[in-house]
């Protein structure tokens, strides 16, 4: 089972945005950013543990059985990530968020599309979902699961099963483990920097006068 964060590290991250996150990844020679195919679907400030999931095409008529492991056994706070591969197949739904939501589940990361939108903004406040996109075919006859959290590739990047996942307007970055501390801690100074750049710019009115101080842009 994927590790959980205390809930102060939960909240500091809530705090930070992703620009900030996906910098301070880097300075551990890291990716974090998925693509930003990738996007904000339903909305909502997204920081929990990855649970992962991996589909695979496929012509059999089969529910995506380990996806609905996943959002039932899951610990409540939890971030279900699943890839496809971009598919162009919803592989969440309305059923998936009730499901969610009943079980505590902050939201999904969805490397394909997500369908019912319109279902789930009405029905499901607070479940935020990051997707490709949004499409009504089901992936039932087009895609099955075949593993629960093993590391899966998702927009580029390698998620492990208890990295943390930050998602916000920005789109979604992928906190290693092992590093989620110490990219607390260089986050929030990237951020304390970043204010302090715009005060001086505000005050200075010269954008390369607040930009000279780190130089950093």
Not at 110 to 117: F, K, P, Q, W, Y
Not at 127 to 138: D, E, K, Q
Request: hydrophobic share 45%.
């Amino acid at each position: 089972m994927p590790p959980t964060y205390p809930q102060e590290v939960i909240d500091a991250f809530r705090g930070i945005t992703t620009a900030s996150v996906a910098d301070a990844v880097e300075q551990f020679g890291v990716r974090g950013y998925l693509t930003g195919g990738i996007r904000q679907i339903i909305p909502g400030k997204l920081v929990g543990p990855a649970v992962t999931v991996h589909e695979v095409p496929s012509d059999e008529a089969q529910p995506p059985t380990l996806a609905l492991q996943a959002i039932d056994e899951s610990e409540p706070g939890s971030v279900i990530c699943i890839a496809a591969g971009g598919a162009d197949v919803a592989v969440w739904g309305g059923l998936m968020a009730a499901g969610a939501v009943a079980n505590g589940i902050a939201g999904a990361v969805l490397d394909a599309g997500v369908r019912d939108v319109e279902e789930i903004l009405r029905d499901y406040s607070g479940l935020a979902i990051y997707a490709r996109g949004s499409v009504p075919a089901t992936t039932v006859g087009r895609y099955r699961t075949v593993s629960l959290n093993e590391p899966v590739e998702i927009g580029g990047v390698t998620v492990h099963p208890g990295d943390l996942i930050v998602a916000d307007g920005d789109g979604v970055v992928r906190v290693p483990a092992e590093h989620v501390d110490a990219v607390l801690a260089a986050a929030g100074e990237i951020e304390d920097r970043e204010r302090e750049q715009a005060r001086l710019i505000m005050e200075s009115g010269s954008l390369r006068a607040g930009i000279a101080k780190y130089n950093r842009v």
